[in-house]
């Protein structure tokens, strides 16, 4: 019976997201903890001694907010803390101060672009954000490499964050993955997280059963849409080590049901990604397990006023300025998706087109405003800067191990270097060179060109002496070329450019070696 079965994956994801708060959730202490060295940020409170008495982060509850805000949630009118009460080693309270049944917000979504690049398709998904709530957050344990040891380092105890709850909506590994990194976007958009997986500013837990698919309509209700007993996977620090992990299960879960033995209650499971496994761990806990009750030492929190204020501060968001970038600068999509990716290179990119076109206005050649100028260019433009800031200024400063906030290169500079390469002063082998004087030394591309001698060489005499050497030294490729055969022409123009190094006007020197070649 269960062998045909057609089994489709219900997936749903808890996420908690480290704010980037001056200090801890609930007490004064630096909330740099994990640059310190270990037990140093901590007090009273935050270690849980008895008679210390907690005191809410605003900056924490804004922070939540304005994740609610971005995340499209209905902002609950009042929310007040619990108590989470269970035992860890790096739990130094012995409970947590967490939310349980008034969070801050609940019932938003996440519209997600989802590309598979393996079955080459893209479709959106809408997934449905159940609720947001704010918490402190554990100690963080270092286990000996004796395996018989375990150190704590209390640093990161009381540290504030966010645990944003979806429903189970997604459908597929790729779904999950792509939902967390445009999460880790936004995060960072919104500046109230660095939102890092590998550092643990982000963490995720992904839960996932399996149901039956019933193609019958009127049978899409009752056991074909209930769900089934869940398995949570922990320890998953990475996007890739998500979809790694749901792949995994979804299979290790289609063997269960097709042995007739499907998971008959919850499970939590660690992720070995050195196997490439999942492991089991404990039976999964519910709610009541956890003996919620209100926090009696902190007051309920009146949200409204606060989130009002709030929604005007909310800075344009990933995908918004993803298809602003398109439709307005004329980038592909695959383009935008990178550009938009961090923040500060966005911000370049937009002051690189805002100086760009007004060099554009100050050349004699050109006519028109800015506005006239981009409308009548706006797909030229947007080829040109896309592809010197991706492709050759990005290989650049990877090379050189820096990124958009250390680079030296300023927007006004970077778009006097393209204007160059528009007019053709500057060919793609001398642009390269100049670009990454630039990167390294900073400053003004035309003072470069003049100080290291890179103009481009486009006078028709001095080619013309340079061109007739090559020539002399080649005979049978000239040869070839009479003989019908075009690549030679490309090799004679290489010796030209390596003679040349690189600072011939190709155009011009390609015309005058037809001419001499007849």
């Given amino acids: 019976m269960f062998y045909f079965m057609t089994l489709e994956p219900v997936i749903g994801l808890e996420i908690h997201v480290q704010l980037k708060t001056k200090s801890k959730m609930f007490c004064a202490c630096d909330n740099a903890g994990e640059n310190a060295p270990p037990n140093t940020t901590v007090c009273s409170v935050c270690m849980g001694h008895p008679g210390t008495l907690p005191v809410i982060n605003r900056q924490a509850v804004e922070y939540g907010l304005f994740a609610a805000i971005a995340l499209n949630c209905r902002i609950l009118k009042s929310s007040k803390f619990d108590r989470k009460n269970y035992f860890y080693p790096d739990l130094p309270k012995g409970y947590q101060i967490s939310q349980y049944d008034e969070p801050i917000a609940e019932k938003g979504f996440l519209e997600i672009d989802v590309r598979d690049a393996k079955e080459n398709e893209r479709k959106s998904a809408r997934i449905h954000i159940a609720r947001i709530h704010l918490e402190d957050d554990a100690a963080k344990s270092f286990h000996g490499e004796n395996g018989k040891s375990t150190f704590v380092d209390f640093n990161r105890a009381g540290t504030p964050l966010i645990e944003i709850v979806t429903e189970p909506d997604f459908t597929s590994p790729l779904e999950a993955k792509t939902f967390l990194q445009e999460l880790r976007n936004i995060m960072r958009y919104l500046d109230i997280s660095n939102a890092d997986m590998e550092k643990g500013h982000l963490r995720c837990d992904a839960n996932i059963s399996l149901r039956e ?50 998971p008959a209650y919850g499970t939590t499971r660690g992720w070995n ?246």
């Fill in 213 to 262: 698919v019933i193609d019958d309509p009127e049978k899409e209700t009752g056991f074909a849409r209930q769900l089934n007993p869940k398995t949570e996977i922990k320890n998953l620090n990475s996007f890739k080590a998500v979809e790694r992990a749901l792949e995994y299960e979804i299979m290790r879960q289609k063997k269960l049901w097709q042995a007739g033995t499907p």
């Fill in 273 to 518: 990604d050195a196997e490439g496994v999942t492991e089991e761990q404990r039976g999964k806990e519910e709610s009541h397990d956890y003996r919620y009750f209100p926090e009696p030492d902190l007051p309920p929190l009146e949200l409204h006023e606060i989130a009002d204020a709030l929604r005007e501060k909310i800075p344009e968001l990933p995908i918004a300025r993803r298809e602003r970038f398109v439709r307005e600068y004329c980038f592909s999509s695959a383009d935008a998706r990178i550009l938009t990716e961090d923040r500060y290179l966005a911000d370049f990119t937009e002051a690189v087109f805002s100086e760009l076109l007004e060099w554009l206005t100050s050349l004699p050649e050109t006519e028109g405003t800015p506005e006239e100028i981009l409308e009548k260019n706006r797909s030229k433009l947007g080829k040109l800067i896309s592809g010197w800031l991706l492709s050759k200024l990005s290989g650049i400063m990877a090379e050189q191990k820096i990124d958009i906030r250390t680079l030296k290169i300023t927007p006004e500079n970077f778009a006097e270097f393209l204007t160059l390469v528009y007019q053709n002063k500057i060919n793609s082998t001398m642009g390269l060179a100049l670009l990454r004087e630039m990167v390294i030394a900073g400053g003004d591309p035309s003072q470069i060109i003049e100080e290291k001698g890179l103009a481009q060489m486009s006078d028709a005499s001095e080619l013309e002496t340079i061109i007739d050497l090559v020539i002399s030294e080649n005979l049978k490729v000239v040869a070839d070329f009479k003989a019908g055969k075009q690549n030679a022409l490309q090799f004679l123009l290489g010796q030209i450019m390596k003679k040349t190094k690189g600072s011939a006007d190709l155009q011009i020197a390609q015309d005058l070696l037809k001419k001499k070649l007849g």
